[in-house]
């Protein structure tokens, strides 16, 4: 008896067109995840992208007057791309990204209900992941490394952040998210592993390098160096040369007052900027392309035999 053909394999990345409903599928298939899982995988997320903070951090530590400022945040804006590389690729909800599941919303596949409700309980988990993970790098003693540099450059980081006025926050939260939703964006078309590490690498470096506000990791950033503020040891103030005294902005109240409007423009750029806009050009109406616009596998493929 003969056996059936296996279909082809197409190594050709998806257009955009498919990328649309693919992210469209996504975001039914996240909002309705059970609640546990929900937050365990947004748990997971937090600890990521703090994860890819720490990478940032200690590499950049001691940059100042060596590298250029530009080469030094190019640095930490590639070291910074592990932390959505392991969301994307092993698997975690991150709420920047989840702004996304608002092209299912316009479509009606997602209620108003279900989006809020997944925003809500993976904020809640990823600051969860975030700060656990702060705490954990205070309690190692990490930030002492490199005769107190890392801790050094998480307590200048910090206190740069809270330092923010309103508006800029905002508006550096809204560039930051749209460059975050349009890694994501850009790995809706990736084939293999590969490709969605490439797809992550420039828009992730380009924000951090830019010096844009991104609300997840900010909750590692700003705790980890309250953390050290309130309580590292004398020797830890003699190696850096500073006191606490010299940070009076760095407060909890200020983390807050920072967090709030970076979330708010994170919302507007990646489900405004990002999400909306593809979804009024692929998937709103008349324009919706479910079976006029060719597909990227109807171009040559390559089968599984070769």
């Not at 007052?257 to 593809?278: E, F, R």
Request: with cysteine; glycine share 10%; proline share 5%.
């Amino acid at each position: 008896m003969t056996q059936p053909t296996p279909p082809p394999i197409s190594l050709d990345s998806l257009l955009p067109p498919e990328m649309a409903k693919k992210a469209e599928n996504i975001g039914v298939s996240k909002a309705n995840l059970g609640p546990f899982r929900m937050l365990a995988l947004a748990v997971l997320a937090g600890a990521f992208i703090a994860l890819g903070a720490v990478f940032m951090t200690t590499v950049t530590a001691g940059a100042s007057g060596v590298l250029s400022y530009g080469i030094a945040r190019l640095v930490g804006g590639v070291a910074f791309c592990l932390g959505l590389i392991l969301v994307v690729v092993a698997g975690a909800e991150l709420f920047t990204g989840n702004n996304l599941i608002v092209m299912a919303w316009a479509s009606r596949k997602v209620t108003t209900g279900k989006l809020l409700r997944n925003w809500i309980i993976v904020y809640v988990g990823n600051f969860i992941g975030a700060i656990l993970t702060a705490y954990g790098m205070y309690l190692s003693g990490q930030y002492a490394f490199g005769q107190g540099a890392v801790g050094l450059q998480a307590l200048t980081i910090a206190n740069a952040k809270v330092g923010l006025t309103f508006t800029q926050a905002i508006v550096l939260g809204v560039f930051c998210n749209a460059l975050v939703c349009l890694a994501v964006w850009l790995c809706m078309s990736a084939r293999t592993t590969t490709d969605r590490i490439l797809s992550i690498l420039f828009p992730i470096s380009a924000f951090v390098a830019a010096g844009f506000e991104h609300s997840i990791a900010n909750m590692y950033f700003i705790p980890l160096a309250l953390f050290v503020k309130d309580g590292a040891p004398s020797a830890f103030w003699e190696l850096i040369q500073k006191t606490p005294a010299d940070y009076p902005h760095l407060t909890w109240a200020n983390f807050g007052a920072n967090l709030v409007p970076v979330t708010i423009g994170n919302i507007i750029g990646g489900a405004v900027m990002v999400g909306l806009v593809y979804w009024l050009i692929y998937l709103s109406g008349k324009h919706r392309s479910d079976s006029t616009v060719p597909s990227a596998s109807a171009a040559p493929a390559i089968s599984e035999k070769g």
